[in-house]
């Protein structure tokens, strides 16, 4: 009786030192319910990493690197290029768009997921991932592995949205609304709206061979009116890992910048994702994986479909071609009276992970359209 006393009183005191220490804390460990919203600076920043296959650690080697580099070469490599980007671009929320570990040559998930996010874990960035279709092929199933997910610190990832859970297909959709500045008038407004979105793994309809696709359920969840309203006509994004077929609309040439290097790995029907964003006109630039070394934007009727090139070393690339992630930037119109609007534009970049993490191909996706009257255009 008397060790639970001194145990319990042990414990009101653990729990106060927790609590100051949640207080003085300059970011909460879980970052559940944060709400996100645009910097003073009127920008929000995103860094996405694509294909981390990430598996045992130091005693996983890496693949197409050139063959001086392969005897010091392992997973290790592609913790230090994460911790190296973040660093440099300091982004308001990291997001991996899948095959964040390759299951097939995994040992036990938990570890590998562990080690794999860790860098994004310890920058007390708020982090999001979607899961690819190599993800479950060791000791955790699709559902398990988010379930993990979503506990790890400082994740905003869910499984899926309740008000949907009972008829959307997949592990790992969910959207995150970006609000406007602090302590400004819009800053219970969604000025920037993400959607995180499972395309699956392999088609389990029989006679449909190949990758899956984003199904109907979950187009109707992005769309759906209830609970939870997106609010005005904020421009979206859109992120998952297994691109759709028309992707396959842009070769190096015809993609406004970046490269195609190899075949765009979609289902081999078309679930008509990409016709419901260009009817509803909101998202204005999807972001994909899966594919290793595209990692091209291409615009068709006003989206840019968008390639993250691959980012790990365990992944198959392409020797002397850099690992690589994509940054992109949403930046908000100054009003006249100094205050900050809605977004204006959105830009992108990539950063390889070579001596001076070089950033490449910038480019704008997107730009507001000037609206009012008075205004000329040609
Ligand atoms: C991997 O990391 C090791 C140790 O820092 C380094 O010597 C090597 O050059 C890196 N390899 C690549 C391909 O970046
Ligand atoms: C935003 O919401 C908070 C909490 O509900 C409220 O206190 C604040 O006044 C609201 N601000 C604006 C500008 O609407």
Redesign the pocket.
Known sequence: MADNKRTSMFDVFLLSMFLVCLCLAPVPTSAQGRKLSFGVNGQFKILQMADMHYANGASTGCLDVLSSQKAHCSDLNTTAFMSRVIAAEKPDLIVFTGDNIYGSDVKDAVKSMDAAFAPAIASKIPWVAVLGNHDQESTLTRQELMNYIVKLPNTLSQVNPPEAAHYIDGFGNYNLEIHGVAE??L??KSLLNLYFLDSGDYSSVQSLKGYDWIKTSQQFWEYSEEPNPQQGTAPGLAYFHIPFPEFDNFDTKSATTGVRQEGTGSATTNSGFFTTLVARGDVKSVFVGHDHVNDFCGELKGVNLCYGGGFGYHAYGKAGWERRARVVVADLNKKGTGSWGDVKSIRTWKRLDDEHLSVIDAQVLWNSSPSGSGVCRL
């Open positions: 400004s008038s800053q219970n």
